[in-house]
């Protein structure tokens, strides 16, 4: 490539708030076939929401979330503060929490006046002792809307359930066609569990889903998708995704998301709309068309 096209592809780029790192990002940009996709931050706003309170029957609400609260407010996670936020928003300060632990990928506990109260997926649930699978099973309706359910046990004892929603950005539907139509392969990641994970790829036409993926996974699944023979871009906004962003053909970070992301990726979109990735994509096929 020359290095005059390039400087004209990655200026043009820039006037539309797609920063290109290097040659290389541009060119490669131009021979991708699959973009992995995080959920949480990417396609959705990255801003959940508490929308549903459900201790189980013989335990108050408000002493249920103020235990719950306590908890979050040991942990940095999006979900964490989502949970605080709304606890407040509902009237209730959180009590005091001691000894806490948190798992990455599976969620939270800590000590609350006399109990150890635990919050997260079914791996932490299976964790701290709980085997009923009825319970368990309780999350699904609130997950085939594509909200994030959490659970909540109280000294190994089902004592609850949380439900997050985090809107889908408004753009990401149409991004996702239009990079359908360019013959690419839209692939979702997440930490969230199977049933909200297929919700939200049903919602926006998505063709591969990955869910229950550990931060540490995330990298690994690009890997063996490099090996199937695609060529990966992965979009992303956390630190989580970093590895990952790191191990694609071409990372791509969300401008809106962690420093952490965007030192790692090839290409940040400074609005944090996936619109960024075609245009990215158009973009490098016209400078490598000019070139030839
Ligand atoms: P994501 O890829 O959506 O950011 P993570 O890998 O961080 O997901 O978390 C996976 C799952 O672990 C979450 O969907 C949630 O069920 C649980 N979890 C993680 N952190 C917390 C937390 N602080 N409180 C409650 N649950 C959590
Ligand atoms: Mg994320």
Redesign the pocket.
């Known amino acids: 490539a020359t290095p005059m096209s390039i400087m004209t592809g990655t200026g043009k780029g820039a006037q539309h708030g797609i920063l290109i790192r290097n040659a290389e990002a541009l060119e490669t940009l131009e021979k991708i076939d699959t973009l992995v996709v995080?959920?949480?931050g990417t396609l959705t706003m990255g801003k959940p929401d508490l929308v549903a309170v459900t201790p189980m029957a013989g335990i108050d609400e408000a002493e249920f979330l103020s235990a719950v609260a306590a908890v979050?407010m040991g942990?940095e996670?999006?979900?964490?503060h989502a949970?605080v936020e709304g606890a407040r928003g509902r009237g209730i300060s959180p009590a005091s929490a001691t000894a806490l632990a948190?798992t990455?990928?599976?969620?939270?506990e800590a000590t609350v006046g006399e109990r150890r109260v635990a919050?997260?997926?079914e791996k932490?649930m299976h964790s701290v002792g709980i085997t009923d699978e009825d319970w368990l099973a309780s999350a699904r309706e609130g997950r085939e809307q594509g909200r994030?359910v959490?659970f909540v046990a109280f000294d190994g004892q089902p004592a609850g359930l949380l439900a997050v929603a985090d809107p889908i950005k408004p753009t990401s539907a149409q991004a996702i066609a239009a990079l359908h139509q360019r013959g690419i392969r839209v692939v979702m990641l997440?930490?969230?569990?199977r049933a909200t994970a297929e919700a939200v790829a049903r919602e926006m036409g998505i063709d591969e889903v990955h869910a229950n993926?550990?931060?540490e996974d995330k990298h690994r699944r690009i890997e063996e998708l490099k090996a199937e023979g695609r060529r990966v871009a992965m979009a992303g906004d956390?630190i989580?995704d970093a590895p990952a962003l790191a191990a694609a053909d071409v990372g791509i970070a969300m401008g809106t998301g962690t420093d952490v992301a965007i030192e790692s990726a090839g290409v940040t979109l400074v609005r944090g709309d996936l619109t960024g990735v075609v245009q990215a994509i158009v973009l490098s096929r016209a400078t490598m068309r000019n070139i030839r």
Request: hydrophobic share 25%; proline share 6%.
């Open positions: 995080d959920k949480t979050e942990s996670h999006p979900l964490a949970i948190s990455t990928g599976e969620g939270v919050i997260g997926n932490l994030t959490m997440t930490g969230d569990s993926v550990s931060p956390g989580n």
